[in-house]
């Protein structure tokens, strides 16, 4: 049986011994196994919608793209819709949309997934567990960066 030991930033360890078998030799051993959870201590709630509706009157267009972006994107941390689309349902410029989208794919904000299908980065925002955080992360390093291309 593992004991469960808390540390001081929240995380969870399981400690305890096993009896595990070496699938090439067979042979049986006692091992020590520590299992540690990460909980998701480091995220911040963020009330979008709150914050959304103090600054508008003071937003420009570019920060109404982006917090609309962050409102919007769904559990994968996408968008669809080609710029026209975007320009329609924001409710700002397609010049202004044609311009914003370049530039957080070359800061590294979202990638392009498909052709009008983007991606937010994980690393700055996921309304997910840890683990499905996790996952997202492991879907959008294997995107192509505007860095490299």
Same mark, same amino acid.
């Given at each position: 049986m593992a004991n469960k030991i808390i540390d001081a930033k929240g995380n969870v360890h399981y400690v305890g011994n096993k009896r595990l078998v070496d699938l090439e030799t067979g042979e049986?051993?006692?091992a020590q196994t520590i299992v540690k959870s990460v909980g998701d201590n480091d995220f911040k709630?963020?009330?979008?919608?709150?914050?959304?509706?103090?600054?508008?009157?003071?937003?420009?267009?570019?920060?109404?793209?982006?917090?609309?972006?962050?409102e919007n994107a769904d559990?994968?941390? #996408?968008? +669809?819709?080609?710029?026209?689309?975007?320009?329609e349902k924001i409710? !700002? *410029?397609?010049?202004?949309?044609? #311009?914003? +989208?370049p530039l957080l794919k070359k800061s590294d904000i979202i990638?392009? !997934? *498909?052709?009008?299908?983007?991606?937010?980065?994980p690393d700055l925002v996921a309304a997910v567990t840890s683990t499905s955080?996790?996952?997202?992360?492991?879907?959008?390093?294997?995107?192509?960066?505007?860095?490299?291309?």
């Open positions: 049986e051993f006692n709630k963020l009330f979008l919608s709150e914050i959304i509706e103090k600054i508008e009157g003071f937003t420009n267009a570019k920060m109404k793209f982006m917090f609309w972006f962050l559990k994968q941390n #996408r968008i +669809i819709g080609t710029y026209e689309q975007l320009s409710g !700002i *410029s397609y010049p202004t949309i044609s #311009r914003v +989208i990638r392009c !997934i *498909s052709p009008s299908v983007y991606m937010l980065n955080r996790a996952n997202l992360l492991i879907k959008y390093k294997a995107l192509p960066s505007e860095n490299e291309e």
